[in-house]
């Protein structure tokens, strides 16, 4: 989109003032842009290490198939409290504590490996929700990541660009404009000399 401007000083103010603006928000950005990379980038690797911690609790959980169909509404998630950081200006929600609640049931008759199935399933329960959490981190901070890498592309490729050439348009004007009125003014002064002479 063609900057709309008029040809005078207080264009060339203007359009000044908005081009230092945006020269000096720009490594800013890019900044931010890298940062927010990183992050995405370190929020994957904590990803993938979690999905593997996932995979070797579902291994351990195998063992125990038989206790959950037997005994599926034993363990149940009584609170979770979650809350929201900001990373790089971006907030993001983070999971600070998962709290379990176990079904009123008579110890004495089950098996002693219960409890060990108990928290193997709590620590699967806790990995979904912590996966679950940094895929949301992830989406968002790239998200940012994105919206920021097109505000860089704007002002690095097109405003910048375009009002430096706004400025010099209009200084040219105005140049032209200036020498115009001298040489008129020259030869106006030529005229009237010749005149006296005469």
């Not at 983070?94 to 004495?108: D, G, L």
């Not at 928290?119 to 994105?146: G, M, P, S, V, Y």
């Not at 690095?156 to 660009?161: A, F, G, L, R, S």
């Amino acid at each position: 989109m063609a900057i709309k401007f008029q040809y005078n000083k207080t264009t060339i103010q203007q359009m000044s003032k908005q081009l230092s603006m945006r020269q000096k928000a720009l490594p800013i950005l890019k900044n931010k842009e890298t940062a927010l990379r990183l992050e995405v980038k370190k929020r994957q690797h904590e990803l993938e290490a979690t999905e593997d911690k996932q995979v070797a609790v579902q291994s351990r959980m195998k063992q125990y198939l038989k206790f959950w169909d037997e005994f599926p509404n034993i363990l149940f998630i009584n609170k979770l409290n979650t809350g929201t950081t900001i990373i790089i200006g971006v907030k993001v929600p983070v999971v600070q504590e998962v709290e379990f609640k176990m079904a009123n049931i008579s110890w004495w008759q089950y098996p002693a490996w219960i409890p060990s199935a108990i928290e193997i399933l709590k620590e699967a329960i806790t990995l979904d929700i912590q996966a679950h959490a940094l895929q949301q981190q992830i989406a968002i901070l790239d998200n940012a990541r994105k919206k920021t890498t097109q505000k860089v592309n704007l002002y690095e490729k097109v405003q910048i660009p375009e009002m430096e050439q706004v400025v010099v348009k209009v200084k040219r004007f105005l140049e032209d404009k200036e020498n115009i009125s001298r040489s008129g003014q020259k030869i106006m002064k030529n005229r009237k000399s010749q005149l006296e002479v005469l």
